[in-house]
């Protein structure tokens, strides 16, 4: 069966410090990637999604960025954290555009 | 303009009842697919039920079932025989087209808080 994997779970992070999240799927190949951000008591926002090594679209232009260097890893990396990155980040599956299954998120503050 | 909207912010529903929750949607393209999805306070989103948009009959999946009205363009999750464990936030989406893939719009949520 197929399982994702966030980390870390939690991450405090001072302002204009860098950021790398890690994402990864086992059990399926191929798959599209998502990374979403929800602010707190809101909706999923889609920030990147991936169909393919190397092949990353961004929904929203931002200080962030995204990378999938390997068919089952996604990264989501910023160079300099602002206090409005703060949030909720959840990473995505799906076998082409069939549902989309979660991994448990990474709650980052920005201080 | 907002392609899925869930006017709901919070329900109230009484343990062993069931619950409605609202949702509607904007769409131009005659293929979509209609999504439910719980979050509990992990924060983990979890996939409950799935329609599409020429699916004849409304999709079922358990205690879950979504009523689907495609003139009306909503898609309202039922949730029978509410237990403690469905108080969370639901989210509905909406995945538009065929070869997009980036497509997804989730609503705002809706909190559902079941009583004892």
């Known amino acids: 069966s197929q399982t994702i994997h966030q980390w870390p779970a939690t991450l405090v992070q001072p302002v204009g410090s860098p950021l790398s999240l890690e994402c990864t799927v086992e059990?399926?190949?191929?798959?599209?990637l998502y990374w979403y951000r929800q602010a707190a008591g809101r909706g999923l926002q889609l920030l990147f999604y991936?169909?393919?090594?190397?092949?990353i679209s961004s929904e929203v232009p931002q200080n962030l960025s995204a990378s999938r260097p390997q068919d089952r890893q996604f990264i989501l990396s910023s160079k300099k954290l602002l206090l409005s990155d703060s949030g909720f980040y959840l990473c995505a599956w799906s076998v082409g555009k069939e549902t989309q299954y979660f991994g448990p998120g990474t709650r980052l503050l920005v201080l | 303009a907002q392609k899925i909207t869930q006017t709901q912010p919070g329900m109230f529903v009484q343990e062993k009842e069931a619950v409605t929750l609202d949702c509607t949607y904007d769409t131009s393209d005659p293929s979509y697919g209609l999504f439910w999805y719980k979050q509990p306070s992990s924060g983990e989103m979890i996939f409950l039920i799935y329609?599409?948009?020429?699916?004849?009959q409304n999709a079922t999946e358990g205690r879950y079932s979504l009523n689907f009205q495609k003139a009306r363009k909503s898609a309202n999750l039922v949730i029978s025989a509410s237990q403690l464990g469905d108080s969370a936030m639901y989210f509905c989406a909406m995945r538009e087209g065929w070869y997009n893939n980036n497509d997804m719009r989730f609503g705002a949520g809706t909190r559902l808080t079941v009583k004892p």
């Open positions: 059990g399926t190949s191929n798959p599209n």
């Open positions: 991936s169909v393919g090594i190397g092949q």
């Open positions: 329609q599409g948009s020429y699916d004849q």
